[in-house]
């Protein structure tokens, strides 16, 4: 009974794919994210959507599109991919934007 | 723009000793949340601690503890007793709306303990 799950834990393809990274959350929360942790360790937002109200940080490149289905779900998507994107993938959940956020283990993709 | 500065990459203390954390942030709200998160060796993110900047109270739990300097915008995290599973990357983060509307992290602190 995961909060928060992810697949696929792991994700390796080449460069120019496209891809999908699927989010889920049992707890009813209202607000869902996706946060991109790179090769350094850095942790940085990117989607943050809320009641089919989504606020995209402005430096994710337009490639990257998050879809909703219902308020439990959040998956990415991944258009024609490059080496750069390869990173940690962490989705999360919380009640309010203000309260603690729960994570999912995160997918790790690799580029070849 | 808010930012959140963790100024030591990496510390190594013996086990059972306290160790602190150093955070410090900046931001120009005036109502906003901080949050210790710590990443293992096994990815996930575990919520450590929460303090929401109008409560004056540190936050503890358990061996966990905070020091929240409010006008220095410190927030410091305090380990007492330390144990081999603290062994992780520990993260700072600060929520204060705005923006991408997510938290924003520090570069984060390793912290090794030594048997």
């Not at chain 2, 990496?10 to 005036?30: F, N």
């Not at chain 2, 096994?42 to 300097?69: D, G």
Request: proline share 4%; with cysteine; aromatic share 12%.
């Amino acid at each position: 009974d995961t909060a928060v799950s992810q697949t696929p834990k792991y994700l390796v393809t080449q460069m120019g794919n496209d891809k999908s990274i699927k989010c889920e959350q049992n707890l009813g929360h209202d607000t869902m994210y996706w946060y991109k942790q790179d090769s350094k360790k850095f942790l940085k937002i990117m989607f943050s959507y809320n009641n089919k109200e989504l606020i995209i940080n402005e430096t994710v490149p337009n490639r990257f599109s998050p879809k909703s289905p219902d308020k439990a779900h959040l998956n990415l998507h991944i258009n024609s991919l490059e080496l750069g994107d390869s990173a940690v993938y962490f989705c999360a959940s919380a009640g309010a934007s203000n309260q603690p956020q729960h994570f999912g283990d995160g997918t790790r993709l690799s580029i070849l | 723009a808010q930012t959140v500065t963790q100024s030591q990459p990496e510390m190594s203390v013996q086990e059972a000793e306290t160790v602190t954390l150093s955070c410090t942030y900046d931001t120009s709200e005036s109502n906003y949340y901080l949050f210790w998160y710590k990443q293992p060796p096994s990815r996930q993110m575990i919520l450590v601690i929460r303090q929401e900047a109008y409560k004056q109270q540190n936050a503890t739990e358990n061996r966990f503890s905070v020091n929240f300097q409010k006008a220095a915008k410190s927030f410091s995290l305090k380990i007492s007793d330390s144990q081999l599973g603290d062994t992780a990357m520990y993260f700072c983060a600060l929520y204060s709306g705005g923006g991408a509307d997510g938290l924003t992290f520090g570069k984060g602190t390793h912290l090794i303990i030594q048997p």
